[in-house]
């Protein structure tokens, strides 16, 4: 631990009149920060402790914690959690980008509806809307794709065959992600200077042209931070859709301790992915961000070699 120090003059009994203390004269005396110290202390004590107290508790059953860790059944479930967020992901993320340019378009209607959206899914919790989309065949037996009202159909199909467990999970969700994603996505629009939306119209282009080719690359800044924080969110919410029976990674660990008993043990198996896939995903996130504050940087001193003119901050 660094310390500081303060410098005090060696001759304490000049009057203001004289002149001031010589280099020599100054003695440098050390900060000591005694109170850092002993709370570090306290504190790593009561982590050895702690760790001692867990290391040497038999109830914790560390053979059963390291017999399972990386059992048949436990990596299957974390095959599945891992495919379930990338899926979930993409889902929120590709209806987050269409509802936030909804969200901000100039037609009542549309923007209206997309408010709506972002309310129910907003206002609703996640746990609900699984339930709700896992027995969506008690409302709807038969799921039918054509023209509505008097029109031919081109897909028809039993409710129960097409929302599977894995499906249900997806629409729960993405969708949901979705509703968070969108507000994301338009504060990251809404960063980029409007200047950049007139450029684009005074060259020509189409609104959803200059979205894909000006705003949305700007934006990217400003999106990705927080869509790390929500791919590491989505990674631990979908345990929750263990409840209706898919074999994540939490279910997974729930089908052996029924049969065994051995509730802690599994528990801390699937504590012990968790951390692992949030660690990772943490590592990337901030290898992420430290390359886009370095770009950021770099295009901000990038220096201006048309003479005559002056870039403005």
């Known amino acids: 631990m660094e310390e500081k120090h303060t410098v005090l003059p ?6 203001s009149g004289e002149d001031g203390p010589d280099s020599e004269d100054l003695v440098v005396v050390p900060i000591r920060h005694y109170g850092r110290w002993i709370a570090s202390a306290i504190v790593l004590l009561f982590l050895a402790s702690l760790v001692h107290s867990i290391a040497n508790n038999p ?17 299957d ?17 590709s209806g987050g980008i269409v509802l936030a340019v ?25 746990l609900v809307q699984l339930i709700f989309w896992y027995n969506l065949a008690a409302l709807f037996p038969v799921i039918s794709i054509g023209i509505p009202f008097t029109g031919p159909t081109f897909f028809e199909g039993s409710a129960n065959d097409l929302i599977t467990p894995f499906t249900a999970a997806v629409l729960g969700l993405g969708l949901n992600e979705a509703a968070y994603m969108a507000e994301i996505v338009r504060a990251g629009i809404l960063s980029v200077g409007t200047g950049q939306d007139e450029a684009a119209r005074a060259l020509g282009m189409r609104r959803l042209l200059a979205m894909r080719r000006i705003i949305l690359p700007q934006a990217l800044r400003v999106i990705i ?6 791919t590491i969110g989505m990674l631990k919410m979908t345990s929750l859709v263990s409840v209706i029976a898919l074999s994540e990674l939490l279910y997974s660990a729930q089908t052996v301790y029924s049969r065994t008993f051995e509730t802690i043990p599994l528990l801390m198996v699937a504590c012990f992915w968790y951390l692992v896939l949030t660690s990772g995903l943490t590592f990337a996130q901030s290898v992420i961000e430290r390359r886009l ?21």
């Open 77 to 93: 479930g974390l095959e599945l959690t891992v495919l379930l967020t990338v899926v979930a992901m993409i889902v929120g993320i």
């Open 102 to 126: 909804a969200r901000l378009s100039a037609n009542p209607v549309v923007s209206g509806l997309t408010a709506g959206y972002l309310w129910f899914f907003r206002g609703t919790p996640i």
């Open 10 to 15: 060696a001759s304490a009994g000049r009057t």
């Open 225 to 230: 931070p927080p869509t790390g924080n929500e």
């Open 293 to 313: 504050g370095r770009s950021t940087a770099a295009a901000s001193a990038r220096p201006n070699w048309l003479p005559g003119w002056r870039r403005q901050k």
């Open 59 to 75: 109830n914790f059953l560390w053979p059963v914690f390291f017999e399972y860790l990386f059992s048949e059944v436990m990596i």
